[in-house]
């Protein structure tokens, strides 16, 4: 049996934002780690990336 | 780099729901039976796909309330794509943005006002009177309701747009412009005539919002506040005193006729702004984005400290400052979108903050971020791996 396992919670409680938030911070960080906060050339990246796909 | 697509963040037809039409009970009561299926077979993200004028808001609320339904087992609700095919206008708009990730395709029209009524009954001064207020108070929730939904959209077009400044402060000659007049001048650039005038009434209420409090601060003093009666009663009497020097040049001027309604709308915008303005959403905004809003050096100096907590702190330390006043001007917005007919395209509601993403924009989005992967071998160069240590 697994129910021991499960987490219960009402459904009040329930805040996917605050996990969703954490998988954010999370992404910024790791994008942050090789941009620094120059996002014009993370997006320029992108961009290039995207065209590769196309090509 | 790779770019490895997340399905939270890419519109599945196979596991979606279609909102076509007027949005009433009707309507969700045939969605029901789908929506819950989907819910049952997985709990993947349900895609929801958006024609509509609009509708009941009852209907709207139980609509979201069915999709983020939880399970036995406690699950999280199924993250929501809401997508707009064409047009989503008042309560169908309010759903849009009620997404976990809100898309538009291109050339669709989003209409956003204020809540309505309709009366049967001849109407007097009294009834008048309450349905003025209802009004107000209803758009005031509507207002808030709109700012949670739309939050973090809009603090991320904040820090995307935030490199722009130094540019801008260039061109214009004006080095002492602040963030927030930065944020405004660049955003109104890419925005339609029809949002441009939306931008500005918010850009005027939270200029009022700035003069009210300065007259509110000044009048506080030292006097010792006993109850939220009191404190009210500072703020009605630095208003009056506002007003009245505001319209000293105009002699016809006179609190009998327009003056006291101002005094009033003035008053609920001294709350608004109070209420709001050390919300604790704000310190949301710090924690997620807000980082991105410090210098290569701020960050560094974060970054060293040790403690996980401590760090969290010193980065809101840092970056409310310069968030509050986007803040503040972010819910004048919301505030103003209740305001009148606001007719917006894609790119108008992506720019505001009412969606992620239009398709076939050049826009960076949440999803770049998320979708984004580190190729290995870069990984594991020697020389990265200490850096990222750091």
């Known amino acids: 049996m697994g129910s021991a396992t499960i987490e219960r919670r009402p459904a009040s409680q329930i805040k996917p934002t605050v996990k969703r938030t954490k998988e954010l911070r999370d992404a910024a960080e790791r994008v942050y780690r090789r941009y620094g906060t120059d996002l014009a050339a993370f997006r320029k990246d992108i961009q290039r990336e995207l065209g590769k796909r196309e090509g | 780099m790779a770019i490895k697509p997340d399905k939270s963040y890419r519109p599945d ?12 009970d009707e309507m969700v ?6 929506i819950l299926l989907l819910q049952s077979k997985s709990r993947d993200p349900i895609t929801v796909y958006i024609d509509s004028l609009g509708g ?35 309560a169908a708009a309010d759903l849009l ?37 209802f009004l107000r108070i209803r758009n005031d929730v509507y207002a808030m309701q709109l700012a949670q939904k739309i939050e973090s959209r809009f603090s991320f077009r904040f820090v995307t747009v935030r490199q722009e400044f130094d540019e801008l402060r260039l061109k214009k000659a004006s080095p002492a412009m602040s963030e927030l007049e930065c944020f405004i001048e660049i ?14 009434k918010a850009s005027q209420r939270q200029g009022r919002y700035r003069d009210l409090i300065a007259t509110v601060a000044q009048n506080q003093g030292s006097s010792a506040v006993k109850s939220i009666a009191d404190m009210q009663a500072i703020v009605i009497k630095a208003i009056v005193e506002f007003e009245v020097a505001s319209n000293s040049n105009d002699p016809t001027w006179n609190f009998r006729v327009g003056g006291l309604s101002r005094v009033v709308d003035d008053f609920f915008l001294v709350n608004e702004y109070l209420v709001n303005s050390n919300h604790d959403r704000l310190k949301e905004w710090c924690t997620s984005f807000g980082k991105w809003s410090l210098t290569s050096d701020q960050i560094a100096a974060v970054d060293a400290i040790p403690d996980d907590n401590a760090r969290l702190e010193k980065t809101i330390e840092l970056v409310r400052p310069i968030l509050q006043p986007i803040w503040t ?7 103003a979108l209740q305001e009148g007919e606001n007719k917006l395209t894609a790119t108008d509601a992506f720019w505001l903050g009412l969606i992620d993403e239009v398709i076939g924009e050049d826009f960076m989005t949440v999803r770049d971020l998320n979708e984004y992967e580190d190729d290995p071998e870069e990984e594991a160069k020697p020389d990265e791996e200490s850096s990222e240590a750091s």
């Open chain 2, 13 to 24: 037809p196979g596991r979606a729901i279609y909102v076509t039409g007027t949005i009433n």
């Open chain 2, 29 to 34: 009561t045939q969605l029901t039976p789908r």
């Open chain 2, 56 to 90: 009941t808001p009852s209907s709207v609320e139980a609509l979201l309330r069915l999709l983020n339904l939880t399970d036995q087992n406690s699950s999280d609700p199924c993250w929501i794509i809401t997508v707009v095919t064409t047009r989503a206008s008042s």
């Open chain 2, 97 to 133: 943005s009620s997404g976990d990730y809100a898309i538009a395709f291109p050339s669709t029209t989003i209409l956003h006002h204020g809540v309505r009524t309709i009366e049967r009954d001849p109407l007097t001064l009294e009834t008048t009177s309450l349905i003025g207020e």
């Open chain 2, 187 to 200: 955003i109104e650039e890419k925005l339609s005539d029809d949002a441009k005038k939306l931008w500005k």
């Open chain 2, 329 to 335: 001007f972010f819910v004048a917005l919301c505030h």
